[in-house]
């Protein structure tokens, strides 16, 4: 069974860069979409981006540069950094597994708090 | 941006009783290489992360109770849980997938009546 776990920082502070990683176990790394999506506390789900398993990134515009999304394949890991945070960036992060439109495991969420 | 739009934002029904779900896409979502609708429903409980429950509009998750449903095509598309189980209540968010950035609909908050 595919299981993604999400560890990284509970807070950070303003202007900081919010750091967080995936790591999956369970199943292959390719060929699928390993993607990010958030969730403000009681407000619904916003994509931030995914690493494809060849490496190709593709990125929500929303976010204005801010973001990027790494992997690394030999510890079954994918990364997400997000730059110049404010509070509006406090939500639930998800990690999770596309297979080409369709997310088909997720993350139990880690929730991220943007607050000096 | 493809604009998703869900409604109703939420909704009471009595037990056994049908649950219809409506989403719209702001343009087309329809992909021509199989003339298939790019579109998932996902059902997600307080505290959890979303689940699978469709794809292409209309073809079930593995594991998923038949008492859900897709159809639609073009913008117009619904979810209906033919007779709603207690376990049922959940918010359930349509998303597009026919192209990036992927965009999820506001969600509808399902409850009994």
């Known amino acids: 069974q595919v299981q993604l776990q999400e560890s990284g920082p509970g807070l950070v502070k303003p202007s900081e860069t919010l750091s967080l990683t995936c790591t999956v176990s369970g199943g292959s790394f390719s060929p699928y979409f390993w993607s990010w999506v958030r969730q403000p506390p009681g407000k619904g789900l916003e994509w931030i981006g995914y690493?494809?398993?060849?490496?190709?990134?593709n990125y929500n515009p929303s976010f204005e540069s801010r973001v990027t999304i790494s992997q690394d394949t030999s510890k079954n890991q994918f990364s997400l950094k997000v730059s110049s945070v404010t509070a509006a960036d406090t939500a639930v992060y998800y990690c999770a597994r596309d297979r080409g439109g369709a997310i088909e495991y997720w993350g139990q969420g880690t929730l991220v708090t943007v607050s000096s | 941006d493809i604009v998703m739009t869900q409604s109703p934002d939420s909704l009471a029904v009595s037990l056994g009783e049908r649950a219809t779900i409506n989403c719209k896409s702001s343009q087309t979502i329809l992909y021509s290489s199989n003339n298939k609708d790019c579109l998932n429903w996902y059902q997600q409980k307080p505290g959890q992360p979303p689940k699978l429950l469709i794809y292409?509009?209309?073809i079930r998750e593995s594991g998923v109770p038949d008492r859900f449903s897709g159809s639609g095509s073009g913008t117009d598309f619904t979810l209906t849980i033919s007779s709603l189980q207690a376990e049922d209540v959940a918010v359930y968010y349509c998303q597009q997938y026919y192209n990036t950035p992927r965009t999820f609909g506001q969600g509808t908050k399902v409850e009994i009546k």
């Open positions: 292409w509009a209309s």
């Open positions: 690493i494809f398993s060849n490496g190709n990134t």
